[in-house]
């Protein structure tokens, strides 16, 4: 990251949509990122896969799940921060 604070012709895109000091929502809110995304964890929806093959005996469930990612910029990075 240091050496990419020196460095000119391209943008900082993360993964980390972390709130807090160290995450990558204030590195947008700062100027330092171009953008980042959250990165859901996925839990709630492999606990309702889970329920499905335990407690209904599911004999199959959907082979992908995808979960909702939020993109982070510089319009919408300081309102996220406090979330």
């Known amino acids: ?5 020196g460095a000119k012709g391209f943008k900082i ?3 980390d949509g ?4 160290a995450g990558g929502i204030e590195a947008v ?3 330092g990122w171009a953008g980042t ?16 093959i335990l ?3 599911a ?9 909702g990612t939020t ?4 319009e919408n990075a300081k309102q996220l921060m406090g979330k």
């Open 13 to 15: 895109i993360g993964t």
């Open 18 to 21: 972390l709130p807090g000091p």
């Open 37 to 52: 995304f959250t990165y859901p964890t996925g839990a709630k929806e492999a606990i309702e896969m889970s329920k499905k």
């Open 55 to 57: 407690l209904d005996c």
């Open 59 to 67: 004999t199959s469930v959907e082979p992908t799940v995808t979960v």
């Open 71 to 74: 993109a982070i910029t510089a």
């Open 29 to 31: 809110a700062k100027g």
């Open 1 to 5: 990251m240091r050496a990419a604070k």
